[in-house]
């Protein structure tokens, strides 16, 4: 699975929009992007996943470069609660037919602050 | 309830003991996996099984096992605990779709 890099730590103000990158510039073809958050050591919990299109759900949107080879997750509106460690992974279809092995790294630590 | 349990939440042993982990779930799932988490670290994946008679090792398998009872449910053992396996654990689930992993709360494991 390619590897992704992930700025070790962000602010953010409350009511503004989170942005969160990640570079993933050896993806394959096949590799999806996820995003998942893990609030102080709960389980990580599934935010958003995207191959080419740019992808928007309840929690937030997904914008991947044409090239792929980085991606950004936002959260519109952040609130306290979204104060999490951040982790970006690529993976082929991980839950798909053909396994997709989930690889975390150490993630972006989001502060928001009030 | 959950869709994904763990128990036991905390637990405290000594070096040498036999323990289990044990992990069930609600969501119908197929795939199941054990993750551990050190601090300050990323989760690494320690075994994972597609179905019952599917399991495989991860890349931390060395000082464990597991036994998938059934679809629902996926235990992880230390044979003889030391305490460089206190950590906190993560069972996960997937389905055949495309919409990642469930987690469960995690069991926070103390060797001393």
């Known amino acids: 699975d390619a590897k992704t890099t992930q700025p070790p730590s962000m602010d953010c103000a409350e009511g503004r929009a989170a942005n969160l990158p990640c570079n993933h510039s050896t993806i394959s073809g096949n590799e999806y992007v996820y995003w998942y958050r893990q609030i102080h050591s709960q389980g990580p919990q599934y935010i958003i996943h995207?191959?080419?299109n740019n992808e928007t759900n309840e929690m937030a949107s997904l914008i991947i470069t044409e090239d792929r080879k980085s991606s950004t997750l936002i959260l519109p509106h952040a609130t306290l609660r979204d104060t999490a460690v951040y982790y970006c992974i690529v993976s082929t279809n991980a839950g798909g037919t053909s396994y997709g092995k989930l690889t975390f790294g150490q993630g972006t630590i989001l502060t928001v602050h009030p | 309830d959950a869709d994904v349990t763990q128990t036991p939440r905390n637990r405290i042993t000594k070096t040498g003991k036999r323990i289990m982990l044990e992990c069930s779930q609600t969501?119908?799932?197929?795939?199941m996996y054990w993750y551990r988490q050190d601090p300050g670290l990323g989760l690494r994946l320690i075994y994972y099984?597609?179905?019952?008679?599917?399991?495989n090792k991860g890349e931390i398998s060395d000082g464990y096992s597991v036994s998938r009872q059934a679809q629902a449910k996926f235990s992880l053992s230390l044979e003889s605990a030391i305490p460089n396996q206190t950590a906190l654990y993560f069972c996960a689930t997937s389905g055949r779709g495309r919409y990642g992993y469930t987690f469960g709360s995690g069991t926070r494991l103390t060797v001393v």
């Open positions: 995207g191959l080419k």
């Open positions: 099984s597609f179905d019952v008679k599917d399991i």
């Open positions: 969501k119908g799932h197929d795939r």
